[in-house]
């Protein structure tokens, strides 16, 4: 059983940058790459990105390349998701996911555990 929990979300502006947290627990973090997926009411849950066990992987949307960027501090357990240069086209729901895959998973059916998500409101 793994536990997930987000944290850092708020109300930004236009422009503004934010990191989001992610907390696991689990005995062994590294075992898992951990992704990062974002939802709109209404609609299918999105790929942000992805960070092998060891961190020395990573892969991005391509549209959010350059913008968002994910680090894991194994020692903590933790998983980071840094945005910058937020549009209020990326409002919404942000999650964290984990996966044993062993592979770089990139697909939501490839984690079998969430967390419960923090909002991201982007205002203008």
């Known amino acids: 059983q793994v536990q997930l929990e987000e944290s850092g979300g708020g109300l930004v502006q236009a422009g503004d940058s934010l990191s989001l947290s992610c907390t696991a627990s689990v005995h062994t973090f590294s075992d898992y790459a951990m992704g990062w997926f974002r939802q709109v009411p209404g609609e299918e849950r999105a790929f942000i990105g992805a960070?092998?066990?060891?961190?020395?992987?990573?892969r991005y949307a391509d549209s959010l390349k350059g913008r968002f960027t994910i680090s894991r501090d194994n020692a903590k357990n933790t998983v980071l998701l840094q945005m910058n240069d937020l549009k209020p086209e990326d409002t919404a729901v942000y999650f964290c996911a984990a996966s044993l895959w062993l592979g770089m998973p990139l697909l939501r059916e490839q984690y079998p555990y969430w967390g419960q998500g923090t909002q991201v409101t982007v205002s203008t």
């Open positions: 960070i092998s066990g060891n961190g020395g992987f990573t």
